[in-house]
C-alpha cells in the first residue's frame, strides 16, 4: 500500500461547479495533511494545512480531515479556469529516525476548469 | 524581498560530471530540504537538514550529497554515480515548531543530462 495515495485525475469539472479532490493516507498516526498546487513547470505552492478533525475553510478551499477513515479532501469552491492545475497532497510522517518536518507527497491530481 | 531563491533555473550536464544545485533562504528557517520529481510523480526526498552542519538522508540519498554550512544555504551535488539525473529539483525550508512546520518550496532547477 502506498503511503500517501490520490487519484491521477484528470478531473474535469465545468466553471462555477465545486471540484473535489481527496486523498488517502497509510499511516494512521499521521497528524499534518497539506494541500499544494502545482501549475505545470512551477514549483508547488502551499493552499491549505490541517491538522484536526473536521473541515477548515479558506476563501473558496475547504480542507476536510477524517483520521478515522485515513482520507483527507480540498473542496474548490466557484472553481475557476485559473484553478487548472495538479494538486499535491502531503502528509507529515510520524517519527521519522526522530525528527520532523519530513512530508510524503502522493503524486498529486490533475484538475481541469472548463469555462 | 523573503523568500526562497534556487540557482540556474535550467542546467544541462554531460554524463559522468559532478553539478551543483544552489538554494538561498532569507526566511530564517531552521530547516531545509531538497526533492527530485519526476514527471507525472509526487516530490520524493533527498536530503535534509535541520541544523548548520548536520544533515539527514531522505529516501533517495544514493548519488547526491549536501552540505549545510550557513543557516540560508543548503546546496545539492548531482554527482556522476546518480545514474538517472534528468529530473525537476526543488529546495524547500520550514520551521521547526509543532504547529507551524509548512514548507515553502524554491522555485525549482530543471536538470537534464546530454
Known amino acids: 500500500q502506498k503511503e500517501v495515495e490520490q487519484n491521477s485525475g484528470p478531473l474535469s469539472v465545468p466553471e462555477g461547479a465545486i471540484a473535489s479532490l481527496n486523498c488517502t493516507y497509510s499511516?494512521?498516526?499521521?497528524?499534518?495533511f497539506f494541500w499544494y498546487r502545482q501549475y505545470s513547470g512551477k514549483s508547488p505552492e502551499l493552499i491549505m494545512f490541517?491538522?484536526?478533525?473536521g473541515d477548515k475553510e479558506d476563501g473558496r478551499f475547504t480542507a476536510q480531515l477524517n483520521k478515522a477513515s485515513q482520507y483527507v479532501s480540498l473542496l474548490i469552491r466557484d472553481s475557476q479556469p485559473s484553478d487548472s492545475a495538479t494538486y499535491l497532497c502531503?502528509?507529515?510522517?510520524?517519527?521519522?529516525?526522530?525528527?520532523?518536518?519530513?512530508?510524503?507527497f502522493g503524486k498529486g491530481t490533475k484538475l481541469s476548469v472548463k469555462p | 524581498d523573503g523568500g526562497i531563491t534556487q540557482s540556474p533555473k535550467y542546467l544541462f550536464r554531460k554524463e559522468g560530471q559532478n553539478v551543483t544545485l544552489s538554494c538561498e533562504q532569507n526566511?530564517?528557517?531552521?530547516?531545509m530540504y531538497w526533492y527530485r520529481q519526476d514527471p507525472g510523480q509526487g516530490l520524493r526526498l533527498i536530503y535534509y537538514?535541520?541544523?548548520?552542519?548536520?544533515?539527514q538522508k531522505g529516501d533517495i540519498a544514493e548519488g547526491y550529497s549536501v552540505s549545510r554550512e550557513k543557516k540560508e544555504s543548503f546546496p545539492l551535488t548531482v554527482t556522476s554515480a546518480q545514474k538517472n539525473p534528468t529530473a525537476f529539483y526543488l529546495c524547500?525550508?520550514?520551521?521547526?515548531?509543532?504547529?507551524?512546520?509548512?514548507?515553502?518550496f524554491g522555485p525549482g532547477t530543471r536538470l537534464t543530462v546530454l
Open positions: 524547500a525550508s520550514s520551521i521547526l515548531l509543532v504547529g507551524t512546520d509548512t514548507q515553502y
Open positions: 499511516d494512521r498516526g499521521s497528524q499534518s
Open positions: 490541517i491538522y484536526s478533525n
Open positions: 502531503a502528509v507529515k510522517r510520524r517519527n521519522y529516525g526522530g525528527s520532523q518536518g519530513n512530508l510524503i
Open positions: 526566511l530564517n528557517h531552521d530547516a
Open positions: 537538514s535541520q541544523i548548520v552542519n548536520d544533515f
